[in-house]
């Protein structure tokens, strides 16, 4: 997965191409791939799309393992460019303040207080914290991922992008 959308300050003001493909978030420079079309990858979504069809979704360029290569050693001053995107803490939605680059936004939020503010699931409606939200998504009761993938081929990659999209407006701050 990229960086949530939501707490990117100009995302208007971003190149389209800082964007994963397949989950449309902005990469991780440090965690992305980039493949031979050039366009830049979150690693599992490259393997996602290496296990299924192969084919890159904004241009239909062939993508293998192989021919894609960490972005901090194929592209380092691009890399270096998107650290420096502004951002707001991931938790800001639970009201941190901190804003600051990319590049430093992993190190703030893994101690961020606010990560542990409680959220509700609007799919399953258990109670979690904050920094859960992710890693729940994959494992929330009330997501079936083996429905989905079953579409297969180029629907998946399209179904996909509207999980990932539904996402954002899935979590609610929790009761305090
Ligand atoms: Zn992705
Ligand atoms: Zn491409
Ligand atoms: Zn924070
Ligand atoms: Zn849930």
Redesign the pocket.
Known sequence: MGFDNECILNIQSLAGEYFC?VCRLLVYPNEALQ?Q???LYCKPCLTYVVSTTRA?P??G?LVTEADSKPLVESNKMLADTIGKIAVHCLYHRSGCTWQGPLSECTAHCSGCAFGNSPVVCNRCGIQIVHRQVQEHAQNCPSVQPQAQQAKGGQDTAAAGTTAAAENEQLYEPGPF
């Open positions: 493909p493949s079309c050039t366009h890159c904004y241009d360029y």
